[in-house]
């Protein structure tokens, strides 16, 4: 078991060294579209890229009926193993729609063993959905 502070230190690290890993920036939060985001996860049971609707719920709506009018496209030419929820809660009962992409394998961000994988599975996912988002932004910014 890890205290809080020795679990804060690992996750900086797990952050700093996929940084110097894979440097490059993400767009993650800077796509220019209120409530619509990248984002990687790494706790101590998953790992996961995701694309997240957070804005209020008309916003979401229209974003999510656009993303899955391009969901073939997603699926068969970017990301093909992607997860569609619309209703997705948050750990902290946050309901969001979110498009993402599991790490299959057992990982954990206090298992410095684990971590390759996971920064491989990171920089190949995130680059799909971020070449997905390039294509077609202007379809779903509409």
Same mark, same amino acid.
């Not at 498009?99 to 790490?103: D, E, G, R, S, T």
């Given at each position: 078991?890890?205290s +809080?502070? !020795?679990?804060r230190?690992?996750r900086?690290d797990f952050?700093i060294?996929?940084?110097k890993s894979?440097?490059?920036?993400? #767009?993650l939060? %800077?796509t220019?579209?209120k409530?619509? &985001?990248?984002k990687?996860?790494?706790?101590? *049971?998953? @790992?996961l890229?995701?694309l %997240?609707?957070? %804005?209020?719920l008309?916003?979401?709506?229209n974003?999510? !009926? *656009?993303l899955? @009018?391009l969901?073939s $496209?997603?699926?068969?030419?970017?990301?093909e193993?992607? #997860?569609? !929820? =619309? @209703?997705?809660?948050?750990?902290?009962g +946050? =309901? #969001?729609s979110r #498009?993402?992409?599991?790490?299959e394998?057992k990982? &954990?961000?206090h298992?410095?063993? &684990?971590?390759?994988?996971?920064?491989e599975?990171?920089?190949?996912h995130?680059s799909?959905f971020?070449a997905f988002? =390039?294509e077609y *932004? %202007?379809v $779903? +910014?509409?």
């Open positions: 078991m890890f +809080k502070e !020795e679990s230190l690992l900086q952050w060294s996929f940084g894979f440097p490059r920036k993400w #767009i939060y %800077d220019k579209m409530g619509f &985001s990248f990687f996860h790494f706790d101590t *049971k998953k @790992a890229v995701a %997240d609707l957070e %804005d209020d008309e916003n979401r709506i974003y999510w !009926e *656009k899955q @009018a969901q $496209i997603l699926l068969n030419e970017y990301v193993n992607a #997860i569609y !929820e =619309e @209703a997705y809660y948050l750990e902290n +946050k =309901e #969001i #498009i993402y992409v599991p790490l394998q990982v &954990s961000i298992n410095k063993n &684990s971590w390759r994988d996971t920064m599975f990171f920089n190949e995130m799909r971020e988002f =390039e *932004k %202007d $779903i +910014k509409g």
